[in-house]
Structure formats: structure tokens, C-alpha cells
């Protein structure tokens, strides 16, 4: 599968909404929503404006060759407080069918590059236990387990732990 890493812009929104859906919705339950809904089209769109506004945060998205799928998406955003301004979260997705063919990795590559142009000199993620693959990629990408987070994130009625994960950023 070819596909083409680039920021993600406000016409992207329903393509996200439902990549985001159809994550979640998988039964290992790689991605946590709120009440199973993500954000609306109307609020996705909303926020990719936003962003684009905003030098501290950023959207990818790894668009397919051919029928211009969107088959993943990477977030980023640099923390708030001063004493960390240095470190950014990132969040990343990659749809069932495009996995295992170098989307995630080309999207991590792109959060590298942000970070290097934005002097983010650390990149940190939390990724669930379970997620083998995930953790798998993350670690043959360079990120380092740096901690483990009890009860980190409600699922339901249910607080599940997470894994803390970092890249420094050379």
C-alpha cells in the first residue's frame, strides 16, 4: 500500500470521525472514548482549525494512494506548563486494514520532524498494556517504557492501566 503523510486540514474531519469510530470499536479496545463517542464532524472540524492556528500542536494524516482513504492520524501537543514546554503528547491511530505496512512509523517520523522545527526535545505517548503491536512499534521505533500508569483511564464502569512511553528527540 503507498500512502502520503501530510497535515491534516479541516476537510479531513468526517474521514477522522469515523477512523476514530472504527478504532475504538475494536474489540481489543485499543482506543479510548468518551461513552464510545468520539467528536463530532462539527467539533473535529473545530478543532483542525484550530490547530492549524497553533504553533504548539499538530495533526497528521496518512492518506492512501489511489482512493485518498485517510488510514491514520497522529496527534500531537506540546505541554502547557513551562518546566515541560520542552515535552509533547502525541496520540496515534492506524485503521485495522492499514497496519503493519509503515503508517505508523511514517507518522512517527512526521512527529520527529515537528518536534525537531518546534525545539520539542521529548515525545511521550501512553499505550495500553495489551497493546503488543502498538508497544512493539514504539519500541523498534526508539521510544523507552518510562513508567506504568495504575487506573490511568476509565473504560466504562472500568479503570485500566497504561503504559508510559518516550522518544528523545536528537
Same mark, same amino acid.
Do not use: M
Given at each position: 500500500m503507498s500512502f502520503v503523510v501530510r497535515p491534516a486540514d479541516p476537510g479531513d474531519a %468526517?474521514?477522522?470521525? #469515523?477512523?476514530?469510530? +472504527? &478504532? !475504538?470499536? %475494536? $474489540? %481489543?479496545?485499543?482506543?479510548?472514548?468518551v461513552d464510545g463517542e468520539w467528536r463530532s464532524v462539527g467539533e473535529e472540524r473545530r478543532y483542525l482549525k484550530a490547530v492549524r492556528r497553533y504553533p504548539h500542536a499538530a495533526v497528521y494524516v496518512a492518506e492512501r494512494d489511489g482512493d485518498g482513504a485517510i488510514v491514520g492520524r497522529l !496527534?500531537?501537543?506540546?505541554? +502547557?506548563? $513551562? +518546566? !515541560?514546554?520542552?515535552?509533547?503528547d502525541l496520540g496515534l491511530m492506524v485503521a485495522?486494514?492499514? #497496519?503493519r505496512q509503515g503508517v505508523g512509523r511514517a507518522l512517527l517520523e512526521a512527529?520527529? @520532524?515537528?518536534a525537531r522545527g518546534t525545539g520539542v526535545q521529548k515525545l511521550e505517548l501512553h499505550v495500553f498494556q495489551w497493546n503488543e503491536p502498538a508497544i512493539a512499534l514504539y519500541e523498534r521505533?526508539?521510544?523507552?517504557? @518510562?513508567?506504568? #500508569?495504575?487506573?490511568?483511564? #476509565?473504560?466504562?464502569? %472500568?479503570? &485500566?492501566?497504561?503504559?508510559l512511553m518516550a522518544y528523545a528527540v536528537a
Open positions: %468526517e474521514a477522522l470521525v #469515523r477512523l476514530a469510530e +472504527a &478504532v !475504538s470499536a %475494536e $474489540p %481489543e479496545g485499543w482506543l479510548i472514548s !496527534s500531537l501537543a506540546r505541554d +502547557a506548563h $513551562p +518546566a !515541560s514546554a520542552h515535552v509533547a485495522v486494514d492499514a #497496519r512527529a520527529v @520532524e515537528w521505533f526508539g521510544f523507552e517504557r @518510562e513508567g506504568f #500508569r495504575k487506573a490511568h483511564y #476509565r473504560r466504562g464502569e %472500568e479503570f &485500566v492501566d497504561a503504559v
